[in-house]
């Protein structure tokens, strides 16, 4: 709940600078006149002179703030044009609120006697229409000043505004894309299932319930954008069993991972399309099968992952999902910092994907199943 001093504080702010920014500069004006002065008669002490432009700026500051919250609300713009006749007219209320404030503060200051005349409603009408040219000229640097700093924090806050709508839509971009992923993987490895109900229902079922706990993996880790490669790879290596499982011996796997690799943080589901991709075009329609190598490793401070595998045979050409699902991914949240580069060596009979991202070192790399939201 608001307080009166939460309410108040923001006005003694606003005062403090206010004075803290007039009042210096009321004594470098007033040192400036005393110097030049020095010559003239009668001479006028610096106290003095000090004191007197501290008063007239001190009124100054105190009009300060109101000004700036009027022109925080109801700045001149395009659309709101007319607003600069009523500032034009707000002279007048400023002009006499200083004159009033001056002579409240001190006594009028008569410059032909270098001295202090009476307070009287002749000296305050002295001093509206003596010095009209000084307070139009303060009152049209704040009102340039409030505007400038309006239209600066306003420009801020819309940057801020934009700044986080594009992350709201790239969050929503990669919920999407991780979404889409598991349908896809769901009807691969269903369809793997299909095949093996009436070879061997035995292995389906230990499919199923392989599938079933992959599954409880991926909404374990919910809409977590990063995890450890740790959990990246035991989720791989879950899904090559299943698939091990299809292909049995004609399915060989390889792996290669350093120990600084397993704590690094990788996007959550970036390996498991690129192996099945692998699978799906390079091993499973080769008569004798294939292998597929997974290396990782942290050099430079950028983690490094590499999937090969061989390919032969011929295979039905694919939709890319998850190619093209990596790439939208990395760029979404790497930006330039991420690399993705795929290709097929003919003369080697092998593919290879390998990316290269920043290894976030993070507290979490060896403590409990916590992941992290980019």
Known sequence: ????????????????????????????????????????????????????????????????????????RWPVSRRNFRRLGIYALGYLPFMCAFTVIRWLLLPPWLDETKSFGPRTLETLSWLATS?????????????????????????QQQEVDRSRLRQHLAQSELQALRAQLQPHFLFNTLQGVSALIDSSPSNAQTMLLTLASLLRTVLKHGSCDLIRVREELEFVRAYLCLEQ???????????????????????????????????????????????????????????????????????????????????????????????????????????????ALPAFATSLADSGPESVTA
């Open 1 to 72: 709940m608001p307080t009166w001093s939460n309410n108040l504080r923001p006005i003694f702010r606003a005062y403090a600078f206010s004075i803290a920014f007039w009042i210096p500069l009321s004594l470098l004006v007033g040192y400036q006149n005393y110097m030049l002065d020095e010559g003239s008669r009668p001479h006028v002490d610096l106290w003095r002179e000090l004191l007197v432009y501290g008063a007239r700026y001190f009124a100054v500051g105190l009009l300060t703030p109101p000004l700036f919250y009027m022109v925080g």
């Open 245 to 355: 499982m299809r292909l049995g011996t004609r399915l060989a796997v390889r792996w290669q991972i350093s120990p600084e690799a397993e704590g690094a943080l990788i996007p959550q589901l970036l390996l498991q399309p690129l192996v099945e991709n692998a699978i799906v075009h390079g091993i499973a329609p080769a008569r004798d099968g294939g292998w597929i190598a997974i290396e990782a490793a942290v050099r430079d401070g950028r983690l490094f992952v590499e999937i090969s595998n061989s390919i032969a045979g011929t295979s039905h050409p694919g939709l890319n999902i998850g190619l093209v699902n990596v790439k939208a991914r990395l760029q979404h949240l790497y930006s330039d910092d991420a690399a993705f580069e795929f290709r097929i060596e003919a003369d080697t009979k092998t593919a290879l994907a390998r990316l």
């Open 131 to 155: 010095h009209y040219a000084d307070s139009l000229l303060l009152y049209l640097v704040i009102l340039l000043a409030a505007h400038a700093y309006t239209y600066f924090m306003r420009s």
